[in-house]
């Protein structure tokens, strides 16, 4: 099976396309590859990114406090801060546990609209979007979770992930690394984690079991998922990266069908090296 299989998913509209990034071109595409649509926490893959060049252009820096006290820029990206999912409310002191946190991306946004004087949307435009040519991204609604966006945009998106040219390689490598390891927390829709590895906004795949990417992904994956049906991943270790894009939102259909279809896709990809 091929990205084809996505015209049987349980959905009205879907899209998506597969990278080679050793070869750094996309190798298959399904969909309209320019269709908007709403990638829910796929936002904080974006907006983590903006963070990152306002990190680099010393704007802001990673150890500076944010939000809840003793929490950092750092504990705000990796979901280490504490602060709770949609609230201010501390859960957590800093580097207790891994909470899964929106409202923290809308602190980071906060932060750098006020250290730089530019609304946070525009910001993001300015340093990310345009500057990668993703025409038709935009940050709409709040920072975790409020972009829209197409399969072609997000294609140039994992492709700046897998080869840097926007960001210093080695400010990606870091963000693609375990930020505070050890940290128990939940996976949203697939369960608490003994170890819920994750890096500077991207989630890393780590030894987690039941996931939404392939089991055939290695352990160095990472990426995001989105409650509206969305999906972006990179595996370093594989060379591949894949964003699916669908207007169903994320449950019971997505599990473990996400999977399976990854499985099905590396291995293809494999067979035909």
Not at 69 to 95: C, W, Y
Not at 242 to 267: C, H, M, Q, Y
Request: proline residues 7%; charged residues 20%.
């Amino acid at each position: 099976m091929s990205l084809a299989e996505l015209s049987e998913w349980p959905v009205e509209n879907a899209a998506g396309a597969l990278l080679r990034t050793d070869l750094g071109r996309t190798v298959e595409t399904y969909g309209d590859a320019d269709r908007l649509y709403e990638l829910a926490s796929v936002t904080k893959l974006l907006v983590a990114y903006g963070v990152l060049v306002a990190i680099e252009e010393e704007a802001i820096a990673l150890r500076q406090a944010a939000g809840p006290e003793g929490s950092t820029v750092e504990h705000l990206l990796a979901h280490a801060s504490g602060v709770a999912f949609d609230s201010p409310a501390v859960q957590a002191p800093p580097a207790s546990q891994r909470i899964y946190s929106s409202y923290g991306y809308e602190l980071l946004a906060q932060l750098v609209e006020h250290e730089t004087g530019i609304p946070f949307p525009d910001y993001l435009r300015e340093a990310v979007f345009v500057p990668l040519g993703m025409r038709n991204t935009e940050l709409a609604g709040p920072a975790g979770h409020g972009a829209r966006s197409t399969v072609a945009d997000l294609t140039r998106f994992a492709a700046e992930v897998a080869a840097p040219g926007l960001l210093d390689p080695g400010t990606v490598d870091g963000a693609l690394s375990v930020h505070f390891p050890g940290l128990p927390g939940f996976v949203p829709g697939y369960g608490k984690f003994t170890n819920n590895t994750w890096g500077l906004g991207f989630e890393v795949k780590g030894d987690k079991r039941a996931h939404w990417t392939g089991t055939r992904n290695s352990p160095r994956t990472v990426g995001h998922f989105g409650q509206a049906g969305t999906y972006l991943w990179f595996d370093p270790d594989l060379q591949l990266a894949a964003v699916i894009l669908t207007d169903r939102p994320f449950g019971a259909w997505a599990k473990p069908l996400w999977s399976e279809f990854n499985d099905r896709l590396i291995s293809q990809e494999l067979q035909g090296v």
